[in-house]
């Protein structure tokens, strides 16, 4: 990236005296170490195999190095801190009156806004996670989404009301209440509250996937504009959704809440640290 | 520790006006002394129905087989908090016979319709009920107000075929509070020989569903938060304020946003005609099944007028029931929603109709499922 030198320093300046201003830091959110491994993961997104929907097929993931996931999901207190200062934006009909709620009406917008805002103040680079680390963090709180239907040529309703039929029972017993952190207990990895009433974000982007007879990968399609929730299902968001509530034709079992959980990076030393600042704001 | 569902507001009673207008209108209505001559129905059958609460309608001829009768219901009137959403949302309801709506009541032309309406001693309020089918005195209101611990008998004569809204009236501003609060129904009147359609030829259904719309109007608190209220009296005052600004905050189906959805959506098969009986007896509405059509629709729900076809969407004007029979011709889900589409997907008009069966590939079909764009089409811009 090719940028007049005075500009990089006056960036530079202005990150500088913006980090010395920023004195009062948030304390370091706990995180629970996710060890390098591998597991079998029934990939997101939608398949179409010859022309007709089905199941996407199951990966073998491996994670070469450990991360760091965030033990609970954010607060909401905390995030209203970000919103203070004016780099997150406001999240949708949530008040600040506990201290231990988690933050529940924020669109992936907000979500990718807090993590640079957290960044900021505590000085390690924090991001979403994506759906892969997601659910292997997850373990045994990772709901497989495989419909399990026969995919019928000559009745393509079949699969769809199959695929009702089941969201229909993952409704059933959705709790619109909002509860402390915590609450939802922890997985066998320590973390806590996965897949409670509390949808958390994911960097991954809605992917279309062609196969052919053999499931072999024809070609595939991206939209960005919509990512994963992760939960109690995978759920297809678009990105400045804060509240997803569904209804009218969209059929399927829409997240209760949409929150924020994320994954710490190992600490970057100073100069890439500058780098990554000044890459981040050429995009803009 | 607040959240939306105990935004309990009892500090906010402020107003002792509320059980004030309730007296005044238990006072202001004296009930009518009808002083007709007799007639005699000695001669007349009595059957006894038991009502079905909504979607579902009791069992009932279609071609009436029998001589005109006195078909004797009984509703009791309880007034109960219900939950209006999926967030706890809390309603302080009144209810005809415990839904909201009110149960579908199905006779025929000709019959008598014979109600005991029950206001136990539990209840708060005195209520009545109006019959849009019924003739003179109010539709009845005015021979049925019965305050807590009373009852009454309203006998009335079934003399106009069609859907009719029923809704309790009890006098001044506390009408339609009463009506927004859950307080209505509707009653089928069929012609004896049954339903016609365009050409005059019987028709009949294998289904009715009975699919009540309500607004409701519930008062935010100061921070936003739907409020809770103890009893009725206590939520007049600010439920009134809402209402006055005659933007609902919740428009649903069967009482309650969701009602009809998932595990409770309505059953069809591929071939099977269902009659959707649709009341609405406060605000306008406008029906409509994605992916289907009405075949032959009442839209006014009067059945010696002849039946529109293959309407997209239909008019339920506010304070009336229509009919739309339709036979599924393709399987999958269907939604049927009031098509003003902000009321059917945000604020909860939204039913789903589960249709098992053989697909049409001649009605429908993907000829190219989604790909990537071919390069011709690459380039081009929406705008040139």
Same mark, same amino acid.
């Given at each position: 990236?090719?940028?007049?030198?005075?500009?990089?320093?006056?960036?530079?300046?202005?990150?500088?005296?913006?980090?010395?201003?920023?004195?009062?830091?948030?304390?370091?959110?706990?995180?629970?170490?996710?060890?390098?491994?591998?597991?079998?993961?029934?990939?997101?997104?939608?398949?179409?195999?010859?022309?007709?929907?089905?199941?996407?097929?199951?990966?073998?993931?491996?994670?070469?190095?450990?991360?760091?996931?965030?033990?609970?999901?954010?607060?909401?207190?905390?995030?209203?801190?970000?919103?203070?200062?004016?780099?997150?934006?406001?999240?949708?009909?949530?008040?600040?009156?506990?201290?231990?709620?988690?933050?529940?009406?924020?669109?992936?917008?907000?979500?990718?806004?807090?993590?640079?805002?957290?960044?900021?103040?505590?000085?390690?680079?924090?991001?979403?996670?994506?759906?892969?680390?997601?659910?292997?963090?997850?373990?045994?709180?990772?709901?497989?989404?495989?419909?399990?239907?026969?995919?019928?040529?000559?009745?393509?309703?079949?699969?769809?009301?199959?695929?009702?039929?089941?969201?229909?029972?993952?409704?059933?017993?959705?709790?619109?209440?909002?509860?402390?952190?915590?609450?939802?207990?922890?997985?066998?990895?320590?973390?806590?509250?996965?897949?409670?009433?509390?949808?958390?974000?994911?960097?991954?982007?809605?992917?279309?996937?062609?196969?052919?007879?053999?499931?072999?990968?024809?070609?595939?399609?991206?939209?960005?504009?919509?990512?994963?929730?992760?939960?109690?299902?995978?759920?297809?968001?678009?990105?400045?959704?804060?509240?997803?509530?569904?209804?009218?034709?969209?059929?399927?079992?829409?997240?209760?809440?949409?929150?924020?959980?994320?994954?710490?990076?190992?600490?970057?030393?100073?100069?890439?640290?500058?780098?990554?600042?000044?890459?981040?704001?050429?995009?803009? | 520790?607040?959240?939306?569902?105990?935004?309990?507001?009892?500090?906010?009673?402020?107003?002792?006006?509320?059980?004030?207008?309730?007296?005044?209108?238990?006072?202001?209505?004296?009930?009518?002394?009808?002083?007709?001559?007799?007639?005699?129905?000695?001669?007349?059958?009595? =059957?006894?129905?038991?009502?079905?609460?909504?979607?579902?309608?009791?069992?009932?001829?279609?071609?009436?087989?029998?001589?005109?009768?006195?078909?004797?219901?009984?509703?009791?009137?309880?007034?109960?908090?219900?939950?209006?959403?999926?967030?706890?949302?809390?309603?302080?309801?009144?209810?005809? +016979?415990?839904? $909201?709506?009110?149960?579908?009541?199905?006779?025929?032309?000709?019959?008598?319709?014979?109600?005991?309406?029950?206001?136990? !001693?539990?209840?708060?309020?005195?209520?009545?009920?109006?019959?849009?089918?019924?003739?003179?005195?109010?539709?009845?209101?005015?021979?049925?107000?019965?305050?807590?611990?009373?009852?009454?008998?309203? =006998?009335?004569?079934?003399?106009?075929?069609?859907?009719?809204?029923?809704?309790?009236?009890?006098?001044?501003?506390?009408?339609?509070?009463?009506?927004?609060?859950?307080?209505?129904?509707?009653?089928?009147?069929?012609?004896? &020989?049954?339903?016609?359609?365009? !050409?005059?030829?019987?028709?009949?259904?294998?289904?009715?569903?009975?699919?009540? !719309?309500? &607004?409701?109007?519930?008062?935010?608190?100061?921070?936003?938060?739907?409020?809770?209220?103890? +009893?009725?009296?206590?939520?007049?005052?600010?439920?009134?304020?809402?209402?006055?600004?005659?933007?609902?905050?919740?428009?649903?189906?069967?009482?309650?946003?969701?009602?009809?959805?998932?595990?409770?959506?309505?059953?069809?098969? $591929?071939?099977?005609?269902?009659?959707? $009986?649709?009341?609405?007896?406060?605000?306008?509405?406008?029906?409509?099944?994605?992916?289907?059509?009405?075949?032959?629709?009442?839209?006014?729900?009067?059945?010696?007028?002849?039946?529109?076809?293959?309407?997209?969407?239909?008019?339920?004007?506010?304070?009336?029931?229509?009919?739309?029979?339709?036979?599924?011709?393709?399987?999958?889900?269907?939604?049927?929603?009031?098509?003003?589409?902000?009321?059917?997907?945000?604020?909860?008009?939204?039913?789903?109709? $589960?249709?098992?069966? !053989?697909?049409?590939?001649?009605?429908?079909?993907?000829?190219?499922?989604?790909?990537?764009?071919?390069?011709?089409?690459?380039?081009?811009?929406?705008?040139?």
């Amino acid at each position: 990236m090719k940028r007049p030198a005075h500009y990089i320093a006056t960036i530079l300046l202005a990150f500088i005296s913006f980090s010395t201003a920023n004195a009062a830091k948030m304390s370091m959110p706990e995180t629970v170490v996710i060890e390098a491994g591998s597991f079998m993961y029934r990939a997101s997104g939608e398949f179409l195999k010859e022309r007709y929907p089905v199941d996407a097929p199951m990966q073998k993931i491996a994670f070469a190095v450990p991360f760091e996931f965030m033990k609970y999901q954010v607060l909401a207190k905390d995030y209203e801190q970000c919103v203070t200062e004016r780099v997150c934006g406001e999240p949708l009909n949530q008040r600040r009156h506990s201290e231990n709620l988690p933050i529940t009406s924020v669109s992936y917008q907000d979500a990718i806004n807090f993590a640079k805002w957290l960044s900021d103040k505590t000085d390690v680079n924090w991001r979403l996670p994506t759906d892969e680390e997601w659910a292997f963090a997850a373990g045994s709180r990772f709901v497989d989404d495989a419909i399990n239907a026969k995919t019928n040529t000559n009745n393509p309703a079949e699969r769809w009301l199959t695929k009702y039929k089941k969201y229909a029972d993952l409704e059933t017993g959705n709790d619109p209440v909002i509860k402390p952190s915590g609450s939802y207990g922890s997985n066998e990895n320590g973390i806590y509250d996965l897949s409670g009433n509390v949808w958390e974000w994911t960097d991954s982007c809605y992917t279309r996937t062609r196969l052919d007879s053999d499931g072999k990968k024809l070609s595939q399609s991206d939209n960005c504009g919509v990512r994963i929730a992760a939960g109690q299902h995978r759920a297809y968001i678009s990105y400045f959704i804060q509240d997803a509530k569904g209804g009218g034709c969209s059929v399927g079992a829409p997240p209760t809440y949409l929150g924020i959980r994320l994954i710490k990076m190992p600490r970057a030393n100073l100069l890439e640290r500058i780098l990554n600042f000044v890459d981040l704001t050429g995009r803009r | 520790m607040i959240t939306r569902r105990n935004a309990l507001k009892s500090a906010v009673f402020a107003s002792m006006a509320a059980p004030a207008l309730i007296q005044k209108a238990a006072a202001s209505e004296e009930a009518m002394k009808p002083d007709g001559a007799p007639v005699d129905l000695s001669k007349l059958e009595r =059957r006894n129905v038991e009502l079905v609460a909504p979607p579902f309608v009791h069992e009932h001829e279609q071609v009436a087989t029998l001589e005109p009768a006195i078909i004797e219901f009984e509703m009791t009137i309880i007034e109960k908090e219900l939950e209006i959403d999926d967030e706890g949302t809390m309603l302080q309801a009144m209810t005809f +016979d415990g839904s $909201v709506p009110g149960p579908l009541m199905v006779v025929h032309e000709g019959d008598f319709v014979e109600l005991t309406l029950i206001n136990p !001693e539990s209840n708060s309020m005195p209520h009545n009920i109006d019959f849009h089918a019924a003739t003179g005195g109010l539709g009845g209101g005015s021979l049925t107000l019965v305050n807590p611990g009373e009852m009454t008998v309203l =006998r009335f004569k079934a003399t106009r075929p069609g859907t009719f809204v029923y809704h309790c009236a009890p006098g001044g501003p506390m009408i339609p509070w009463h009506v927004v609060s859950g307080m209505s129904g509707a009653i089928m009147i069929l012609p004896r &020989d049954g339903l016609k359609d365009h !050409e005059n030829k019987p028709i009949k259904y294998d289904t009715v569903y009975y699919i009540g !719309e309500n &607004d409701f109007y519930i008062p935010k608190d100061a921070d936003g938060n739907y409020m809770r209220f103890e +009893d009725p009296g206590s939520s007049y005052a600010d439920t009134l304020e809402v209402m006055n600004g005659l933007i609902p905050t919740h428009v649903v189906f069967n009482g309650r946003a969701g009602a009809l959805t998932g595990d409770n959506a309505l059953k069809s098969t $591929v071939g099977k005609t269902v009659l959707f $009986v649709h009341s609405q007896a406060n605000r306008d509405t406008r029906p409509h099944l994605i992916g289907g059509h009405g075949d032959l629709v009442w839209e006014t729900g009067k059945f010696n007028n002849p039946p529109e076809r293959d309407l997209e969407t239909w008019f339920i004007r506010g304070g009336s029931a229509g009919a739309a029979l339709y036979t599924f011709l393709q399987p999958g889900v269907y939604a049927y929603v009031n098509h003003n589409l902000i009321e059917a997907v945000n604020l909860g008009a939204t039913a789903h109709v $589960v249709v098992d069966g !053989e697909w049409d590939n001649e009605l429908m079909a993907q000829v190219t499922e989604p790909t990537a764009l071919a390069d011709a089409y690459k380039s081009k811009k929406a705008l040139p």
